[in-house]
């Protein structure tokens, strides 16, 4: 699964560890994706999306079908 969420675009960041010793290394910040099911009741079927923690949140606000319409304007199957 890709680390970047379909809804709002979050993507992994990046920056450094920082160990005492002050050595710095690069490392990722992953955003929290998750994979979730739900019914579109308008085409009679389940789609698939990946998630982050935020958009999940803003589908239950907003609405399956128009979170659905939002990924599909930005290009996104859905």
């Not at 890709?2 to 560890?17: E, H, I, K």
């Not at 009741?41 to 923690?53: G, I, K, Q, W």
């Amino acid at each position: 699964m890709s680390a970047r969420c379909r809804l709002t675009g979050a993507r992994p960041g990046f920056g450094n560890r920082i160990p005492r010793s002050h050595r710095r290394t690069s490392r990722r910040f992953d955003p929290n994706v998750q994979g979730k099911r739900y019914w579109l009741p308008s085409e009679r079927r389940y789609v698939r999306l990946t998630l982050s923690a935020r958009a999940i949140r803003t589908v239950d606000t907003i609405g399956v079908e128009a979170a659905v319409a939002r990924i599909r304007a930005r290009g996104g199957k859905g």
